[in-house]
C-alpha cells in the first residue's frame, strides 16, 4: 500500500431527524376563517419537548396552538377519544385555552366523527362534544369547577392605569373581581360601549400586573342586555395585544355572572368578541343549577 492509499471507512449514516409535526389552522367561535380566534393545531405531538412545543408555537404566531398526545392512564381508561391536550402562546404555556380546545375538537370532529372527548388539561379534565348542524361543526367544553374573588383594590387601580381608564367609566352593578374556569381572568366592565370600543394600553404595564397577580388575560365587558354582552381581552403575557375570542375568559365570565347574581341560575348567554379587532365571534356560555361548571360552546372552521 502506497502513501496515498488509504483502507475504505464506512460511512455513518446521516442522522435522522423525526418529520416535523403537522400543524392544523383552525378558528374558533366562527364559521367563517375570516372571523373568530385562529389556533394552531397539533393533533399528534408525541415526542415532542416543551421546547419544540414552543417554537412552533412561536412560528404559527397565534394567540395560542394545542399538542395533543396519549391520555394518562387514569384518565383515558374506557374513554376511546382521550387526550392530553397542552397549550402553547408565542411566548409560554399556559394551563387552559378555551378557544384551541373548540379548535383542536372540530379538527377530531371532522376526521373521526361528531361525538363525546375528554381532553386532559394541566387544569383538570375538560369534556368537550362536537356536533354537526347544517354540515357546519360545533363544540361545546365543560370548564373545571370555577371559582371567584374579591379583587383588591389597588390591583384594579393599576389595571385601569394601565388601560388608562378613569374608574368612573366602569359599572358599578359589574363590579370588578377575579374569576376562574381553567385560568385565572380579572373581569372589569365597562359603562358603556364606546369605552370598550377604545382600547390603547400600557402593554408592559399591564403585563407586569397580570403575571404578579397569576392573569392570563383582562376580561373586558360591556352589558348589552340581560343576556347579551360584548368582551375584549387583552393578552399581553401571551406576547399578543388582544385575544379575538377567548372561551376560558368566557367560562370564567358564566361563573363570575352566576356569583354575584347577575342572571339566573340557569341561563344562555351570549358573549360577541373580536368586533373591534374585524374578526367578529360569538361564544355561548351556559349555566346549568345542578352543576357549578360552565359550558362554552362555539363553531369552527379550517383556515388552511
Known amino acids: 500500500m502506497t502513501n496515498t492509499e488509504r483502507t475504505p471507512q464506512p460511512h455513518s449514516p446521516a442522522p435522522l431527524h423525526p418529520p416535523a409535526p403537522e400543524v392544523l389552522h383552525y378558528t374558533a367561535f366562527s364559521a367563517d376563517p375570516e372571523g373568530g380566534n385562529p389556533a394552531g393545531v397539533v393533533l399528534d405531538a408525541s415526542g415532542m419537548s416543551d421546547a419544540e412545543m414552543l417554537a412552533v408555537a412561536a412560528e404559527v404566531g397565534y394567540s395560542e396552538s394545542a399538542f395533543l398526545t396519549a391520555p394518562p392512564e387514569d384518565l383515558g381508561g374506557g374513554h376511546e377519544r382521550a387526550f392530553t391536550v397542552r397549550y402553547f402562546s408565542p411566548v409560554a404555556e399556559v394551563p387552559f385555552c378555551g378557544h ?14 361528531p361525538g363525546e372527548l375528554l381532553f386532559a388539561t394541566r387544569a383538570g379534565a375538560v369534556p368537550v362534544s362536537v356536533s354537526v348542524a347544517d354540515g357546519t361543526p360545533r363544540a ?165
Do not use: C, N
Open 140 to 304: 361545546t367544553l365543560t370548564s373545571v369547577e370555577p371559582y371567584v374573588q374579591e379583587a383588591a383594590a389597588e390591583d384594579v387601580a393599576e389595571a385601569l392605569a394601565a388601560l388608562d381608564w378613569p374608574s368612573g367609566d366602569l359599572d358599578p352593578a359589574l363590579p370588578p373581581r377575579v374569576a376562574f374556569a381553567g385560568a385565572r381572568h380579572l373581569v372589569l366592565a365597562a359603562a358603556s360601549r364606546e369605552r370598550l370600543a377604545d382600547l390603547r394600553y400600557d402593554f408592559e404595564g399591564l403585563k407586569s400586573l397580570m403575571l404578579r397577580l397569576d392573569l392570563t388575560t383582562v376580561q373586558l365587558v360591556w352589558r348589552a342586555s340581560d343576556t347579551v354582552f360584548h368582551v375584549r381581552d387583552p393578552f399581553p403575557v401571551g406576547g399578543v395585544v388582544e385575544d379575538p375570542a377567548t372561551g376560558a375568559a368566557a367560562a370564567a365570565f358564566g361563573a363570575y355572572a352566576r356569583e354575584l347574581g347577575l342572571v339566573p341560575e340557569a341561563s344562555v348567554l351570549t358573549l360577541h368578541q373580536g368586533e373591534d379587532m374585524g374578526r367578529p365571534a360569538e361564544l355561548t356560555v351556559e349555566l346549568r343549577p345542578s352543576d357549578p361548571r360552565v359550558r362554552v360552546s362555539g363553531t369552527g372552521a379550517r383556515m388552511r
Open 100 to 113: 384551541a380546545t373548540i379548535a383542536a375538537a372540530v379538527a377530531l370532529g371532522e376526521r373521526t366523527g
